[in-house]
């Protein structure tokens, strides 16, 4: 069928056949369809939607376009964690050799930074010599080794959706449930996953604000990724405010190795890293129950084998072998450091998230167009979460800046984002649902 005849059969709200969706797709691949075409098709399917079949045809084509990996003689389960992106969202770093740890492999292929949002790859290349970009057989090599290992996306991976995503991102068809769904899984089942537990963030921090869309986007994945054969679940998580003590690249790497180090452990991140850890050892038999789980996790990292997981993970693919030992030496450094404090005491009860994660891209640790090359020094530590109290003495965040005119923008633009009162708010659960 020619590409048009079926872009009006979706125009039109009719379902497509499966054959209909891999042929477009294919022709996306072939450069049989235009760009001009795949724009019209993903407008039809933004205004028209896609039924739970049409999403699973549409991922696995999507899948099929590139390489697939597979993991012949891996005999432990196949686990990964996916995050829908916010910020100071550092749970990777930890996950990986926490579950690694666990006696299951991770091979998580990981994204950079969008928008606001931070990306893994962009904070694990704060770490000298670290290759996100390895290849295939040096990528199993790691995870068979060592049980986790982290990379990005190569180009071979589902290519057809990098095709997609792009000219979505350009044509206002990026807020669609049906096609966020296929861009994430199609990923994720060339990666050869058996099993995945998806990050879905909700609040002023994530790309979905509203609890109802992060939902339904969180049930769609889960419906579309277990009907392609990958047993999945969906936990939605609060991200209202920084996840974390900090947010940048290289001060959020300090951050991951201490938790696994077990010092300055921040509350929420612990609960969310654990939560999601368990749901996979849970999902994969790897546990019969949570208390099974919880004992598994703490002894990881009470041994001290998770953090040895990440120092070899970080040796295997170019880094320095004593990295978790002198990892302050080995980062990255801002040229200054100095406090923001409120203009007034008392609690922080509110904040604006994506304002923190713009005002970081402002410091150059963000991009504000693609391709365009980070400063991965600066950032916030010892950020103030919901619920603390700030005065002349606790700050609302230390800046790692480069020049005064950054700190002045980041000072204005913390101060904006940042509601303190008189009263201690209610602290509530970052575990909003699981699915």
């Not at 904070?123 to 199993?140: S, V």
């Not at 999601?276 to 994969?284: P, R």
């Amino acid at each position: 069928m020619l590409p048009q005849e079926i872009i009006r059969r979706k125009r039109d709200g009719l379902e497509l056949s499966g054959e209909q969706i891999k042929e477009f797709i294919g022709g996306i691949s072939n450069h049989s369809v235009d760009d001009i075409q795949v724009a019209a098709m993903t407008m039809a399917i933004f205004l028209e939607g896609l039924n739970k079949r049409e999403t699973i045809d549409l991922t696995l084509a999507m899948r099929d376009s590139g390489d697939k990996l597979e993991w012949n003689g891996f005999d432990k389960p196949i686990v990964d964690k996916h995050s829908s992106g916010g910020v100071g969202d550092k749970v990777s770093l930890m996950l990986a050799p926490i579950l690694a740890a666990c006696d299951v492999y991770v091979p998580m292929i990981a994204g950079r930074g969008l928008g606001h949002t931070g990306g893994t790859i962009d904070k694990l290349e704060a770490i000298p010599g670290y290759n996100t970009q390895a290849d295939k057989d040096l990528f199993r090599k790691t995870v068979k080794n060592n049980g986790c290992a982290i990379i990005g996306q190569t180009a071979s991976l589902a290519p057809a959706d990098k095709k997609i995503y792009a000219i979505r991102d350009v044509c206002a068809t990026v807020e669609s449930i049906p096609l966020i769904t296929a861009s994430i899984l199609s990923k994720k089942l060339a990666a050869g996953l058996e099993y995945l537990v998806m990050d879905l963030k909700c609040g002023n921090g994530a790309f979905m604000s509203s609890f109802e869309d992060a939902k339904a986007l969180a049930q769609s994945i889960v419906d579309v990724a277990n009907g392609a054969g990958t047993k999945t679940r969906a936990v939605l998580t609060d991200m209202n405010q920084v996840l974390g003590k900090s947010a940048g690249n290289a001060v959020e790497i300090k951050e991951a190795v201490e938790y696994l180090q077990g010092k300055n452990v921040d509350a929420r991140l612990d609960i969310i890293t654990r939560t999601l850890c368990k749901e996979l050892l849970l999902k994969c038999g790897r546990c019969g129950c949570e208390t099974e789980a919880d004992l598994l996790i703490n002894k990881a990292v009470s041994s001290g084998l998770a953090l040895e997981k990440f120092a070899k993970m970080v040796k295997a693919l170019g880094g320095p072998a004593d990295f978790c030992e002198k990892y302050e030496e080995y980062l990255p450094t801002a040229a200054y450091q100095k406090p923001i404090f409120a203009e007034k005491s008392g609690y922080v009860s509110a904040m604006n998230t994506r304002a923190v994660g713009l005002s970081i891209v402002e410091m150059k640790g963000g991009r504000s167009m693609p391709g365009e090359s980070l400063d991965l020094a600066t950032g916030y530590t010892e950020f103030a979460q919901i619920g603390d109290y700030v005065d002349g003495s606790k700050p609302l965040a230390i800046v790692h800046y480069q020049s005064e005119e950054q700190y002045a923008k980041a000072r204005k633009n913390i101060l904006a984002a940042i509601t303190i009162s008189e009263t201690k708010p209610e602290i509530k659960n970052p575990i909003l649902m699981k699915i």
